[in-house]
């Protein structure tokens, strides 16, 4: 069975202090994985794709990578304004084209 | 450009009751799937529409049904309404084809009493 686990559940930083959230799975046949952000009440909005073990991929201060067990999403100097949680989702062979979602971080960047 | 349109954005019902909620695709985007999302979780897949048929269901009860028309807007009907029931709905569109990702509506905030 496909399984999709992020850690931390939160995470407080000062703002500044870089940090990474994890998004490990165990899945059969990973067509792709996506990370989201998603404020308070709203739909989860798009940031990466990634395919293949060693890939990356950057946009301002957030970097994913992704190995063969999980990915990481990189935060450097973050600000206030990247408080939001951060979710992580496979598409695989078992899947189709649906996408299963961790249950995601919560993050808090303090000023 | 508008991107994914969800209508109504609150609705409160009654257990028991029925309800449908609306959403209008991503300009060019053909391929519409539906998510509940209960607080504190990730978002749940319901299932997808495709040429107007459903192409590919989750694990949720017959009592959540779904349409598409031929402009691709999508409606998601949910019957005898239960406590359980209470979550975000969202609605994703994307293109046919592969690597084409998919593009959220804000959501739906149903609550059953």
């Known amino acids: 069975e496909d399984q999709v686990t992020q850690s931390p559940e939160a995470l407080r930083l000062q703002e500044g202090e870089s940090s990474s959230l994890n998004c490990s799975y165990t899945?059969?046949?990973?067509?792709?994985l996506f990370w989201y952000r998603q404020d308070p009440g709203k739909g989860p909005e798009f940031l990466f794709t990634?395919?293949?073990a060693g890939e990356e991929k950057e946009k301002e201060r957030l970097k994913a990578t992704l190995t063969k067990k999980e990915s990481f999403l990189h935060i450097t100097a973050p600000k206030p304004e990247d408080s939001a949680t951060y979710l992580c989702a496979v598409r695989t062979l078992n899947t189709g084209n649906q996408f299963y979602f961790g249950t995601g971080t919560s993050l808090t960047v303090i000023p | 450009d508008a991107g994914v349109t969800q209508s109504p954005t609150h609705l409160i019902k009654t257990r028991g009751q029925q309800v449908t909620l609306r959403c209008s695709p991503k300009s060019g985007h053909d391929t519409v799937s539906w998510y509940q999302q209960a607080l504190g979780q990730g978002p749940q897949f319901i299932f997808q529409?495709?040429?107007?048929?459903?192409?590919q269901r989750g694990n949720f009860p017959d009592r959540f049904s779904g349409h598409q028309f031929p402009n691709y807007s999508s409606e998601l009907n949910v019957n005898a309404l239960l406590l359980g029931d209470s979550a975000l709905y969202l609605c994703?569109?994307?293109?046919?084809?592969?690597?084409?990702?998919?593009?959220f509506g804000s959501g739906t905030r149903l609550t059953v009493v």
């Open positions: 994703a569109s994307t293109r046919t084809g592969p690597n084409y990702g998919y593009t």
């Open positions: 899945v059969s046949g990973l067509r792709g």
């Open positions: 529409y495709y040429e107007e048929e459903e192409r």
């Open positions: 990634l395919y293949s």
